[in-house]
């Protein structure tokens, strides 16, 4: 049975997670702060964290930073707050998406499942690709090592992903909405703020000039696409 852990300081929030995830089969724990929240996080018990990024003791943002320290596991950011740069942010810090408050029980359970099934895909590869070089990138699916120009790029689960789907697709233009739904596995439901973020992450660790990428561009108005 696959864990999940909720970091959530509101009871009647985690409480509606906790029993939502529970219907669905899954072993939610619930950790009422942030101190706790990244204890029970770093034990390595879990397959996925939900985390509130407002929190008592330390907030969701400076778990997150910590967490991704050490696990790889999907972080999912749960927040009240409407600004990007809150999002922006979450996601600069190793989150791999964020859930709005207030949310309906079907996109919580979705995006739930949806990273869960990704992440076991990625820990248990059937599949292997091998090894792709592409101008001075090269990544390799069985060590998922990145290296560009000779020095290895360390990249996050989700980054990875991006990488990987745009050097096996070369030259051809993917909207956000269409990245969203390739690499995170479900809709974009109308925000593709996750995908911006990571596009601009993966830039800043494989581009000489993130400003000016040559592998990672952007075609205006259309999305973006990796060039040779």
């Not at 408050?101 to 590869?125: C, D, I, N, Q, W």
């Amino acid at each position: 049975m696959q864990k999940i852990l909720i970091v959530e300081d509101d009871e009647a929030i985690a409480a509606i997670e906790r029993d939502y995830l529970e219907a669905e089969g899954l072993s939610p724990e619930i950790a009422p702060d942030g101190r706790l929240g990244l204890e029970r996080g770093l034990s390595g018990e879990f397959d996925l964290i939900l985390l509130d990024l407002m929190l008592p003791g330390l907030n969701g943002f400076e778990v997150c930073r910590l967490l991704r320290e050490q696990i790889d596991v999907p972080i999912l950011m749960v927040t009240a707050r409407q600004e990007d740069v809150d999002k922006i942010r979450g996601l600069g810090l190793g989150a791999d998406d964020y859930i709005e408050k207030p949310f309906s029980p079907g996109v919580l359970l979705a995006r739930v499942k949806a990273h869960l099934a990704r992440y076991e895909r990625l820990t248990k590869p059937e599949k292997k690709t091998g090894e792709i070089t592409l101008g001075g990138v090269s990544l390799n699916t069985d060590t998922r090592r990145v290296f560009v120009d000779g020095a290895e790029a360390e990249l996050k689960n989700k980054e990875f992903e991006l990488l990987l789907f745009l050097m096996l697709n070369v030259d051809v233009v993917f909207s956000r909405d269409a990245l969203y739904e390739r690499i995170w596995g479900m809709d974009a439901l109308g925000d593709n703020a996750t995908v911006a973020v990571h596009i601009n992450r993966l830039r800043e660790k494989i581009e000489t000039d993130p400003a000016n990428p040559r592998y990672i561009q952007t075609v205006w108005g259309a999305g973006y696409k990796f060039a040779l």
